[in-house]
């Protein structure tokens, strides 16, 4: 019998062309917290359905308890065999509570660090993006001394584990060069986002060639609208991703203007893999 491809589609299944796509080795992955599935295993079926390649995992805590949610084996081996079964990488997991339980001050969030590396490793994720907006920005030297002390802490146990640890604030590119240098661990990486360089001030476009793909572990996608449609210049943007040799994970953290997540997230892949097939 004589499957069509829409028949494929309307029931769900991913081919494997809409799921890879001619990306030139870059990889396009999307966030759980903008499927509106955040820390819940369901995302990673979304993301499949929807074409993408990976999804970017919140790390959640669990209750009051200071542990993580991933803690637990039994969720934790849920969320890998999940990603096996469905045939979808795991792009990276994410402390998004560091937003609120300051990395650079709170022991809570520098316990969950220690216990997001074997986390990571286990799904295979490589990536922990640690996050400094909020009340957690990052404004002030004590503050980034403080940060540098802790990942120095916690670097040896990410290489050892072959994890990097993602910083994504407002500062600029040189700025986070000067916390990577001063770590000294090739664990300690930026992680990316063109829209939050934008809105901080600095040429998103001149700091990706600055960087070059080395000091680079993620790159968050987004704008204020559809991608395309925004301040970005994605055109200019994927274009340079791809000229410096990038080719890990690109996640989109795009919101959904029409109120469908599913519709929405697919208008923007489609128009980043576009960009780059």
Known sequence: MRISRRSFVAAGFVLPSL???KTGGLKLGVTDWNLRLR???EALALGARIGFQGVELSLVPAGDSGKLELEDNALLERYASESKRLGIAIAGTALTECNRVCMASEKRAQQWLGAAIPITARLDARVILIPFFS???LKQASQIDSVVSILKEHAPAAERAGVRLGLENYLSAAENAKIMDRVGSRA???YYDLKNAFDSGHDPYAELRWLTAKRICQIHLKDKAYLGQGVIDYVKGMKIIQEI???GFANLETTSPSGSVE???RRNLDYI???LG
């Open 135 to 137: 009340q957690c920005e």
């Open 19 to 21: 799921a890879a796509g």
């Open 188 to 190: 300690v990486l930026v």
């Open 263 to 265: 519709n929405d997230m």
């Open 245 to 247: 040799g990038y080719r």
């Open 39 to 41: 820390g819940k295993p």
């Open 273 to 275: 893999r576009g960009l």
